[in-house]
């Protein structure tokens, strides 16, 4: 058995299809089973409650032999290690003595960044502290998702624009989201690999994003604009969509930190893993759905 979490987010529904196309046996955690669909929920086998949540990760982890781990890193805790480390901490604790042999995380580009990362460094103190207990792990670590694109729908359609907090011209690594969730689905699905290893996924190429502007005006017809945004501003905007103190300094650090090329360095010659360019993750993800509203 497989076991899921975050079933209905953005990277876990996909895993989620994927390994129930594949005949596999599910399980899934989350705290509100009325969010999957009827046809799914009568597919899995479903644990109300918080992954974090001792007695609920252990009851979901009876029988299980892979898992997928992915914490919803909210905005509302107090640090991005509260987030992040203190959020798996009941989950480590209880993989001592269970079934589970192989476990896929997702995480973080930056392993041996000197300067503060923020919401980054804490995924990478997450992968520690599941690599210690001694299953086999693999941590995706991903680039910045172009899929977070999507969350500026609004702005793109009313204003013509989208904003960042980023040097228009700096070329960054991004990978799609569809791409993430194949490769940990393949990887949970198989379970033929061993020891705890991190994978760099970084799209098939560097963008700045007055070339993704570009590549939008392009799809969508009508030009779109990129507007840079200072980290400062950037921190206040996230305080104001309800982001801790310490969540939007986390936030001001990683972007800071991609800024200055924490990624680029990161990142693996062969990008061959994360096919999906930007103008595919456009033209398939991004016009669909602002078609849709």
């Given at each position: 058995?497989?076991?899921?979490?975050?079933?209905t987010g953005?990277?876990?529904?996909?895993?989620?299809?994927?390994?129930?196309?594949?005949?596999?046996?599910?399980?899934?955690?989350?705290?509100d089973?009325?969010?999957?669909?009827?046809?799914?929920?009568?597919?899995?086998?479903?644990?109300?409650?918080?992954?974090?949540?001792?007695?609920?990760?252990?009851?979901?982890?009876?029988?299980?032999?892979?898992?997928?781990?992915?914490?919803?890193?909210?905005?509302?805790?107090?640090t991005?290690?509260?987030?992040?480390?203190?959020?798996?901490r009941?989950?480590?604790?209880?993989?001592?003595?269970?079934?589970?042999?192989?476990?896929v995380?997702?995480?973080?580009?930056?392993?041996?960044?000197?300067?503060?990362?923020g919401?980054?460094?804490?995924?990478?103190?997450?992968?520690?502290?599941?690599?210690?207990?001694?299953?086999?792990y693999?941590?995706?670590?991903?680039?910045?998702?172009?899929?977070?694109?999507?969350?500026?729908i609004?702005?793109?359609?009313?204003?013509?624009?989208?904003?960042?907090?980023?040097?228009?011209?700096?070329?960054?690594?991004?990978?799609?989201?569809?791409?993430?969730?194949?490769?940990?689905?393949r990887?949970?699905?198989?379970?033929?690999?061993?020891?705890a290893?991190?994978?760099?996924?970084?799209?098939?190429?560097?963008?700045s994003?007055?070339?993704?502007?570009?590549?939008?005006?392009?799809?969508?017809?009508?030009?779109?604009?990129?507007?840079?945004?200072?980290?400062?501003?950037?921190?206040?905007m996230?305080?104001?969509?309800?982001?801790?103190?310490?969540?939007?300094?986390?936030?001001?650090?990683?972007?800071?930190?991609?800024?200055?090329?924490?990624?680029?360095?990161?990142?693996?010659?062969?990008?061959?893993?994360?096919?999906?360019t930007?103008?595919?993750?456009c033209?398939?993800?991004?016009?669909?759905?602002?078609?849709?509203?």
């Amino acid at each position: 058995m497989i076991l899921i979490t975050t079933p209905t987010g953005d990277i876990g529904a996909r895993v989620l299809s994927n390994v129930l196309g594949a005949g596999e046996k599910v399980r899934v955690i989350l705290r509100d089973a009325s969010k999957l669909d009827a046809d799914t929920r009568g597919r899995v086998d479903i644990v109300e409650g918080s992954h974090a949540d001792g007695g609920a990760i252990a009851r979901a982890l009876d029988g299980v032999s892979a898992v997928f781990w992915l914490p919803p890193g909210s905005v509302r805790a107090k640090t991005p290690e509260d987030a992040y480390v203190d959020f798996s901490r009941a989950f480590c604790t209880a993989l001592p003595g269970s079934s589970v042999s192989h476990i896929v995380g997702v995480s973080a580009l930056g392993r041996g960044w000197p300067k503060p990362a923020g919401l980054a460094a804490a995924s990478i103190a997450m992968d520690d502290m599941i690599a210690a207990t001694g299953v086999a792990y693999r941590s995706l670590a991903c680039a910045s998702l172009m899929d977070n694109i999507a969350r500026q729908i609004g702005p793109i359609r009313e204003q013509g624009a989208f904003y960042q907090p980023t040097p228009g011209d700096l070329k960054l690594p991004h990978v799609a989201k569809a791409d993430v969730a194949a490769i940990a689905s393949r990887l949970l699905i198989g379970q033929d690999w061993d020891s705890a290893a991190e994978l760099a996924l970084c799209g098939p190429e560097d963008l700045s994003f007055e070339e993704m502007a570009r590549v939008l005006s392009d799809v969508l017809g009508r030009e779109i604009a990129f507007h840079a945004m200072s980290v400062k501003d950037f921190g206040g905007m996230m305080r104001g969509m309800g982001a801790t103190e310490g969540m939007a300094q986390g936030y001001v650090e990683m972007m800071t930190a991609k800024n200055e090329g924490m990624d680029n360095a990161a990142c693996p010659k062969d990008r061959s893993a994360t096919p999906t360019t930007f103008r595919t993750w456009c033209e398939t993800e991004l016009l669909p759905s602002i078609q849709a509203q």
